[in-house]
């Protein structure tokens, strides 16, 4: 591995190549300007990223070795508190504040809408995602499980007029709900008529009783455009639709207006992920992050793909061009607005070295590559733009506190200056999935409150953080009785509670998780209109299709007006956020309860860790043990491992007991990956490494700094890529 000397620190060669040939050509940026600022940024700010982690270890020390000497009552948390406080893990609030965030795009501060979360090294995802902007809400409905898939709307080779007609009801019902006429039905519509009135575009429609009425909210129709089709284009939550009419089109056919689809804005922001559903080890995988992050913003990605026989490229999409009721041209995006996910304070690379060849902070690396690469999105010859407001929005995750949220802050001011930037140019999103965070989140807000534009809620990794930092408490619940305990109901409302009291609701999103199940949107459509009545002005999905089913719900749901109500209620109760999920003493698990949670996790952390570390997959579509798809990805791993350490550490399992789960669902595991192309079983032998980076999870769990994975993880896909 060759790297290029500066005067502190080694830079790759692959590194120093990738940004001298691809990123500063086309930048005012030199390279002999470049190298010396990137120095600078890592090194003034390695001592304190190496401090804050010194500080969470020493932290979780005290709290170990305070359960182990009290009895933990969440009956009466006054002494609990007080500990928490003087070892400085409960910080004293401050006064109320307003975030004074600005430049803030409004796909953030003001469109509540769905949001993609996608591995930026898979240029497939990547696009499908930057592109789901606009989603054809007659295929997500005729496509997937929505419509029965039997009987007459059995889907056939070709197409099914049957269950058209269930697409066609389905989407008039939703038309007479955001797009009411002044009587009738969109049922009824057999014309939808473009006039000229008084110098203006107006919309009348023709019912087939041989009346015309107009729409009930004129205001709504906002444009159209005529080519093969005629768009017509409305706007309903500060969502925009288009109905695209055209007799001659095969679906058009069939529908008594000529209607041959309604186009969704649906995934309004994305989030391209170079953290938890990426598997980026080593350096070549690092310049794979970085060069897909500069095809989305220069718009130069491109990938090939076939598709019912027919291969063709896939690239970014371009704006939406229409004409206004005055004639006049404009535009809507064609693509989602981009976040960027960088990578924690506690992950290193190799990308750069010590001058003794100790590896850096992978999360300052990546501030200061995506913000650079991000720079084109600021040329006024761009090919496609991302932000207009000019700003560059980076979701910073696993923060523990006030403290890292600001040091988070103060890398993105020394990137800001070092590239010339102006003062708060970088936009922070935070994740609340660390449960120092989460019970400081005013606190965190308020170190952030120049940039924050995201917070959001997360199960998987709050809850591995929840069982890690009370490790020694005791047994946790099971996993499915987490779900419901008293914390996490708590920990949802306190999120929202806390950012509508810091003003999120007029700056930036306030965001709920993923909907894991891909395969399973009919059950999507009917629970996920949770998350906009909850507050949340978007919320996570795992496909371009799911985001356009559950943009129905924030035409639904207007979540402006939800959360001005939400603002009167009490806000969430700390002392419940406190609750730790144990299980309680008179609980007694019986075997088969205790075999039935082994088994669930030990598949399920198999199945996930089989395809990061043999191929280098961070997130896919991963079987349970009852077969139904899941959409994994690291945290996954950190809740599932973490809960079976905690297990295996207060004797309600054996090492034994273990091992042998592990050994079963190895080969269960096995069967359901029988027929993927290259996959390497785990049974009979069960010493590959991917069997060994998954037992290492458990076994080495409850020592593992805050329950993370991706050290081991990273450790054993190393070894499979240098084998």
């Given at each position: 591995m060759q790297y290029i000397q500066l005067k502190q620190i080694k830079v790759a060669q692959q590194l120093v190549n990738f940004v001298d040939d691809k990123v500063l050509p086309g930048l005012s940026l030199k390279s002999t300007d470049f190298w010396p600022n990137f120095e600078s940024v890592i090194t003034r700010n390695l001592a304190e990223n190496n401090a804050l982690l010194l500080k969470r270890d020493e932290i979780q020390q005290q709290l170990d070795d305070w359960y182990r000497s009290h009895s933990y009552n969440q009956n009466d948390l006054g002494e609990y508190k007080q500990f928490l406080t003087d070892i400085g893990y409960l910080v004293e609030e401050g006064e109320d504040f307003k975030v004074s965030?600005?430049?803030?795009?409004?796909?953030?501060?003001?469109?509540?809408?769905?949001?993609?979360?996608?591995?930026?090294?898979?240029?497939?995802?990547?696009?499908?995602?930057?592109?789901?902007?606009?989603?054809?809400?007659?295929?997500?409905?005729?496509?997937?499980?929505?419509?029965?898939?039997?009987?007459?709307?059995?889907?056939?080779?070709?197409?099914?007029?049957?269950?058209?007609?269930?697409?066609?009801?389905?989407?008039q019902n939703w038309l007479d709900d955001v797009l009411p006429l002044t009587k009738g039905s969109h049922g009824l519509v057999v014309e939808y008529h473009l006039l000229q009135q008084n110098g203006n575009k107006a919309l009348q429609m023709e019912l087939a009783d041989g009346s015309t009425v107009a729409l009930k909210r004129p205001e709504q129709f906002i444009g159209y455009a005529q080519n093969k089709s005629l768009a017509l284009v409305f706007v309903h939550n500060e969502l925009h639709f288009e109905i695209s009419i055209n007799r001659d089109d095969p679906i058009g056919s069939f529908h008594r207006a000529g209607v041959r689809d309604i186009i969704l804005e649906a995934a309004v922001t994305t989030i391209e992920d170079c953290e938890d559903s990426v598997a980026a080890v080593d350096i070549e995988d690092k310049i794979e992050v970085y060069s897909n992050w500069l095809g989305l913003i220069d718009g130069s990605l491109s990938f090939e793909m076939s598709k019912g026989g027919k291969t063709f490229t896939r690239r970014l999409n371009p704006d939406r061009e229409y004409r206004d009721t005055q004639d006049s041209p404009f535009k809507l995006p064609g693509r989602s607005l981009m976040l960027i996910r960088n990578t924690g304070i506690h992950m290193k690379t190799d990308l750069a070295l010590t001058l003794d060849d100790q590896p850096l902070p992978e999360g300052i690396i990546d501030a200061l590559m995506t913000v650079l690469i991000s720079l084109h999105d600021r040329k006024s010859s761009r090919k496609f733009s991302n932000s207009a407001s000019?700003?560059?929005?980076?979701?910073?995750?696993?923060?523990?506190?006030?403290?890292?949220?600001?040091?988070?802050?103060?890398?993105?001011?020394?990137?800001?200056?070092?590239?010339?930037?102006?003062?708060?140019?970088?936009?922070?999103?935070?994740?609340?999935?660390?449960?120092?965070?989460?019970?400081?989140?005013?606190?965190?807000?308020?170190?952030?409150?120049?940039?924050?534009?995201?917070?959001?809620?997360?199960?998987?990794?709050?809850?591995?953080?929840?069982?890690?930092?009370?490790?020694?408490?005791?047994?946790?619940?099971?996993?499915?009785?987490?779900?419901?305990?008293?914390?996490?109901?708590?920990?949802?409302?306190?999120?929202?509670?806390?950012?509508?009291?810091?003003?999120?609701?007029?700056?930036?999103?306030?965001?709920?998780?993923?909907?894991?199940?891909?395969?399973?949107?009919?059950?999507?459509?009917?629970?996920?209109?949770?998350?906009?009545?909850?507050?949340?002005?978007?919320?996570?999905?795992?496909?371009?299709?799911?985001a356009t089913l559950h943009a129905l719900h924030y035409h639904k749901v207007n979540v402006k007006q939800i959360q001005q109500g939400l603002k009167q209620r009490p806000r969430a109760s700390l002392d419940d956020?406190?609750?730790?999920?144990?299980?309680?003493?008179?609980?007694?698990?019986?075997?088969?309860?205790?075999?039935?949670?082994?088994?669930?996790?030990?598949?399920?952390?198999?199945?996930?860790?089989?395809?990061?570390?043999?191929?280098?997959?961070?997130?896919?579509?991963?079987?349970?043990?009852?077969?139904?798809?899941?959409?994994?990805?690291?945290?996954?791993?950190?809740?599932?491992?973490?809960?079976?350490?905690?297990?295996?550490?207060?004797?309600?399992?054996?090492?034994?007991?273990?091992?042998?789960?592990?050994?079963?669902?190895?080969?269960?595991?096995?069967?359901?990956?029988?027929?993927?192309?290259?996959?390497?079983?785990?049974?009979?032998?069960?010493?590959?490494?991917?069997?060994?980076?998954?037992?290492?999870?458990?076994l080495e769990g409850a020592e593992t700094a805050n329950g993370y994975t991706e050290d081991l993880l990273h450790a054993y896909r190393r070894r499979v890529k240098t084998a």
């Open positions: 965030v600005v430049n803030v795009d409004r796909e953030i501060s003001t469109v509540a809408a769905p949001q993609l979360v996608v591995p930026i090294n898979n240029a497939r995802f990547a696009l499908n995602a930057a592109n789901a902007r606009w989603g054809s809400l007659f295929d997500a409905l005729y496509g997937t499980d929505m419509i029965a898939d039997s009987g007459i709307t059995a889907k056939a080779s070709g197409y099914n007029e049957k269950r058209g007609e269930q697409v066609f009801e389905f989407c000019g700003s560059i929005y980076i979701v910073k995750p696993k923060m523990h506190g006030p403290l890292e949220v600001a040091f988070s802050c103060k890398v993105f001011g020394d990137v800001e200056k070092a590239y010339g930037l102006p003062t708060n140019t970088i936009k922070i999103g935070i994740m609340d999935e660390e449960r120092r965070t989460t019970v400081n989140l005013k606190e965190c807000i308020r170190q952030a409150r120049e940039r924050v534009i995201f917070i959001n809620t997360g199960f998987l990794d709050r809850t591995g953080d929840e069982i890690h930092t009370s490790m020694e408490a005791g047994p946790m619940l099971p996993k499915a009785e987490i779900k419901k305990a008293r914390w996490i109901g708590a920990y949802e409302n306190w999120n929202v509670d806390v950012g509508l009291l810091c003003g999120l609701d007029v700056a930036g999103q306030i965001g709920k998780g993923m909907w894991a199940e891909p395969d399973r949107l009919l059950e999507m459509y009917k629970t996920k209109q949770a998350h906009p009545q909850a507050g949340a002005s978007c919320a996570w999905v795992p496909s371009p299709t799911a956020i406190l609750s730790v999920p144990l299980l309680p003493a008179e609980r007694q698990l019986t075997p088969a309860e205790i075999q039935s949670e082994l088994e669930n996790n030990a598949q399920g952390i198999l199945g996930y860790v089989v395809k990061w570390v043999d191929t280098g997959i961070g997130c896919s579509k991963v079987p349970d043990i009852h077969d139904t798809g899941l959409m994994e990805d690291r945290a996954t791993l950190r809740i599932s491992s973490q809960q079976l350490a905690n297990w295996l550490r207060h004797g309600l399992c054996s090492k034994q007991q273990l091992v042998e789960t592990f050994q079963r669902m190895a080969r269960v595991v096995d069967q359901q990956n029988a027929d993927s192309p290259g996959y390497i079983a785990m049974a009979d032998g069960f010493d590959g490494l991917a069997f060994q980076a998954a037992m290492a999870l458990v």
